[in-house]
């Protein structure tokens, strides 16, 4: 049987891992409940039904595996990427944030200077200004627009909508 992400007990992480391999971990953290965490071969994968917490910075516990880390995979139904969460995880490309997702904080994606171009859903409400500060290399934001989408692209720039007009974000 199948493990449902937001158990508790001892080992919930490992097995949820084990039973849902997406590439061998190197190490698993639970950093909050309903949580799991799961870092190997360059992946980092986040796994859960609960937000990724806000951090200073350099204190996540995968930390010190961001300067390796090329892909960030973070879980459909996990609803907020908490501040400093992957701050300096430059040798990302490309940034996908699920559909889950409705808010970013403060410097979540700080110094990935690696990463191109990011794709934000249109249940995203919350971004803060800060959150792709020092992504240099960003060509384009992606945004899925519908009627009631907060934030669109506007010539490869993300901007926050607002009655007819826009506003720069980044």
């Known amino acids: 049987e199948e493990p449902q992400l937001g158990e508790s007990e001892p080992g919930f992480a490992e097995r ?5 391999p997406l590439f061998e971990f190197e190490s698993i953290w639970t950093p909050a409940e309903g949580l799991a965490v799961g870092y190997g071969s360059g992946v ?51 940034l996908t944030i699920p559909s889950g997702v409705t808010s970013i904080g403060g410097y979540a994606f700080k110094g990935c200077s690696g990463l191109m171009s990011v794709t ?10 800060s959150a792709f500060s020092g992504c ?7 945004c899925e627009e519908t009627k009631d989408s907060l934030f669109r692209s506007v010539d490869g720039c993300l901007c926050w909508k607002y009655g007819e007009g826009v506003a720069l974000v980044r």
């Open 44 to 94: 980092l994968a986040i796994r859960g039904t609960n937000a990724v917490p806000n951090y200073a910075v350099g204190a996540a516990p995968w930390a010190a595996f961001l300067p390796e880390t090329r892909v960030v995979s973070v879980g459909r139904d996990v609803p907020r990427i908490g501040a400093n969460a992957f701050e300096g995880c430059s040798n990302i490309e490309y």
């Open 120 to 129: 934000i859903p249109s249940g995203v409400t919350n971004i803060h200004y």
């Open 16 to 20: 949820f891992f084990t039973i849902k």
């Open 136 to 142: 240099v290399g960003v060509k384009e934001f992606v």
